[in-house]
């Protein structure tokens, strides 16, 4: 299908052949047939592309300190890896379109396909032939509203939520600061509520515009003294009960000016991007009350409101942004908003260039909306040749491989170090989205990628698979790629339930390929060593991980979706500590510290465990600790030794008499290449780098972890 797609490193525009994204449960497939060119939102992220990397720096400081603090615990090859790979990756393009349902998810029970429906969400209702939307993000379109109409739905909601904002009554006079598509909107919006409307903007053809939908008065341009004196007439002396800014500009100008045209204790809404350089005593002077307006309503950056689809109750938030969207579209269904007169571009979205040259001003043409149409009825494969590769023979001894998740972690470390084994050959990528699969399969010179990783699973050409997706879909991928006879590398964890784990081990006994499960730590030069010198003797290991915070709302926090941090993250430390005493555990104890923003698995925790050959070992994971701290320190005591690693770039051990130093100054040094040239070998001898059984109970133990915590008391692992 095509898509409009954007290289936030360079900040170049194409239309792509990409494959359509996949159906999860929680919403539904929509074929487009229009979708709004959004010349606020989309000149912004645009303009931020173009930059070079000291102007995108500055522009966005709170990502620098981001990269900063990973680049302090990650090293700085690690994270340019990342940042450089997250910043040249395909971004689509696209916040508002409307289409028909092909298909709906298994969770959504009430949009059945062939729906008429409008969609919003960045990252969702994309400029693309085919788009996945969560249920909470589309809405039915009223039987006498086009498309055309309800493609304007996600800019309508804005403007609604910015009113609603305002806290307006029948009868109050507003201004509006900045008349294009949503100044437009919001205009329309405040006269079918009964308030008088004062319109300002610098182009004196869009103040016309709005008069003649319905504002009351305008002025364009003139220094803030005009604006005044107008404002001023218009109220009768008295101010603007409310100042709507919807002007996009990085200037301060328009909240400097609201205060100057209000009457004393109004409100100002700051509905557009602009400049908060606050004049303090102009808003204290009349206590004005400045608000903010969080784009299309309350659920807005909320994943449980917004991929999961968990509705707020109707008494508490009555307006959410999904109603929001569906009251906008009312309103044009009853003729109180105008979107024709607005729509002044349509273009194929082959031909989306166009409209981008119109925001950008490479056309020297006014524009307020742009349209993209599309042919609904069209059908897109789930896969696409890479044109620029030619197929080739394969050679003796070389793996070929497929590639099922290519997210951040994938393309800054897994597929980096399996590019340095010698003999792998990339034949395939699938990803959820479809976007990201072109790029990187250009990249690493596969032949073909797809939105439908069964494709690979029936490639016959393909050896193993390697596994990067979120953690819920894993022990399904793993299980159904055993059964087709694929090798498999798994990024951890193996399994977040006994279900799924039950499912990988039936797979793998009747499949007998092997399985690597991503605990790269054992792989480092440093744990080797360690192990090495420890041999022979009964360990005390003590593992403090400063694991740093996550929000509850992330998805690693989310017991369905990323299995809990006990799950996802702690498995590792355990498969270190089994490595490093070459035994298996068998009961574990935890304690817990929990407070009323703990998460249902708790992230500060202590968990001891007992070893098979009556080693102990302690694991210390804190989420309350400074981040910039260090990150990982193994201790390791026995046989009159003593050893160290201390995060990964330095081991010291110590004992009889002598010490050994070893280390490792780049933080890539955690074993990620090792471990993937000891899975390529594993899957050319049919011998796993790590036995089947010890993976299964790194991840009983991580079961027995949570279990204790809900029971209390010492948990027996039982394979």
């Known amino acids: 299908m095509k898509a409009v797609l954007q290289n936030f490193k ?160 029948l009868g109050e006079t507003v201004v509006i600061i900045g008349m294009g598509l949503v100044g437009q909107i919001t205009a329309q919006i405040c006269a079918a509520s009964g308030c008088r409307v004062f319109c300002i903007d610098l182009d004196s053809s869009k103040v016309e515009l709005a008069k003649s939908l319905g504002a009351d008065d305008g002025m364009a341009g003139g220094d803030n003294a005009s ?19 919807t002007a996009g500009t990085k200037s301060s100008a328009p909240i400097s000016l609201a205060p100057e045209l209000a009457r004393d204790r109004a409100r100002v809404v700051a509905v557009g991007d602009v400049g908060h350089d606050v004049p303090r005593r102009a808003y204290y002077e009349k206590e004005i009350d400045l608000r903010q307006s969080r784009s299309y309503g309350p659920g807005r950056y909320d994943p449980n409101y917004e991929e999961k689809g968990q509705d707020y109750p109707l008494g508490y938030v009555r307006w959410t942004e999904n109603r929001n969207m569906e009251a906008f579209l009312d309103l044009v269904a009853r003729g109180r908003v105008q ?12 031909e989306a260039q166009k409209a981008y040259d119109l925001l950008l001003g490479e056309t020297k043409e006014p524009y307020i909306g742009i349209l993209l149409d599309y042919d609904p009825d069209k059908k897109h494969p789930s896969n696409v040749q890479i044109a620029s590769v030619k197929t080739r023979t394969k050679k003796d001894g070389e793996v070929s491989l497929g590639i099922i998740g290519a997210g951040q972690f994938a393309q800054g470390v897994l597929l980096p170090a399996l590019k340095s084994v010698k003999g792998v050959n990339f034949r395939s990528f699938a990803t959820g989205s479809g976007l990201t699969s072109v790029n990187v399969a250009r990249k690493y010179g596969a032949v073909n990628c797809t939105s439908d990783y069964n494709e690979i699973l029936a490639d016959p050409a393909v050896d193993a698979v390697l596994i990067a997706t979120r953690h819920d879909s894993h022990a399904g991928m793993v299980a159904s790629a055993l059964r087709a006879g694929k090798h498999c590398f798994v990024e951890k964890p193996l399994a977040i339930d006994q279900a799924g784990l039950d499912e990988v081990i039936k797979a793998q006994k009747e ?27 009964r360990s005390v ?56 923003n703990s998460p249902s698995d708790p992230d500060n925790i202590v968990v001891s465990i007992a070893f098979s050959d009556g080693s102990v070992g302690s694991i210390s994971y804190i989420a309350s600790g400074d981040p910039s701290f260090p990150k990982e320190r193994l201790e390791v005591y026995g046989g009159g030794k003593t050893g160290v690693i201390d995060n ?57 972890i949570q279990k204790s915590l809900r029971e209390g008391g010492e948990i027996q692992v039982v394979l």
């Open 10 to 169: 360079t900040g170049d525009m194409a239309v792509e052949d990409v494959p359509p994204p996949t159906l999860k449960p929680d919403g539904v497939l929509v074929s487009n047939v229009a979708s709004l060119v959004s010349a606020g939102t989309e000149k912004a992220i645009i303009e931020l592309a173009k930059m070079n990397p000291l102007q995108k720096a500055r522009a966005r400081p709170d990502l620098v300190k981001k990269v900063l603090a990973k680049a302090g615990q990650e090293g700085l090859l690690a994270t340019g890896r990342i940042v450089m790979n997250l910043v040249s990756a395909p971004l689509p393009l696209g916040y508002s379109c409307a289409g028909i349902v092909r298909q709906a998810g298994s969770r959504v029970a009430d949009i059945a396909p062939g729906t008429r429906v409008a969609c919003a969400g960045l990252g969702y209702a994309n400029h693309a032939e085919t788009v996945y939307i969560p249920r909470n993000l589309l809405v039915p379109i009223p039987d006498n509203v086009s498309f055309e109409d309800a493609a304007f739905v996600t800019v309508g909601a804005i403007a609604l939520h910015g009113v609603r904002q305002a806290e307006l009554t």
């Open 227 to 245: 604006l005044k004196g107008a404002v001023m007439a218009f109220t009768n002396g008295k101010g603007a009960d409310a100042i709507l800014i």
């Open 339 to 350: 979107l024709k007169p607005l729509l002044t571009h349509r273009f194929e979205v082959s």
């Open 511 to 537: 499949s007998g390929c092997t399985v690597l499960t991503g605990f790269n730590r054992r792989f480092s030069p440093l744990a080797l060593r360690l192990r090495n010198e420890m041999s022979g003797n």
């Open 541 to 596: 290991m003590q593992y403090r991980i400063n694991a740093g915070f996550i929000p509850g709302s992330h998805w690693h926090q989310d017991t369905e979706t990323g299995g809990g941090r006990i799950i996802g993250e702690v498995c590792h430390f355990i498969d270190t500590m089994q490595f490093i005493c070459s035994a298996d555990p068998v009961s574990v104890s935890v304690k817990a510290l929990t407070d009323g």
């Open 648 to 704: 990964w770039r330095k081991l010291l051990i110590q004992g009889h008499g002598k010490k050994i130093k070893q280390r490792c100054w780049l933080q890539a040094k955690k074993g990620h290449t090792q471990e993937m040239a000891a899975f390529i070998e594993g899957v050319r001898n049919g011998e796993p780098a790590i036995s089947f059984e010890s993976q299964v109970l790194t991840t009983l133990t991580t079961f027995a």
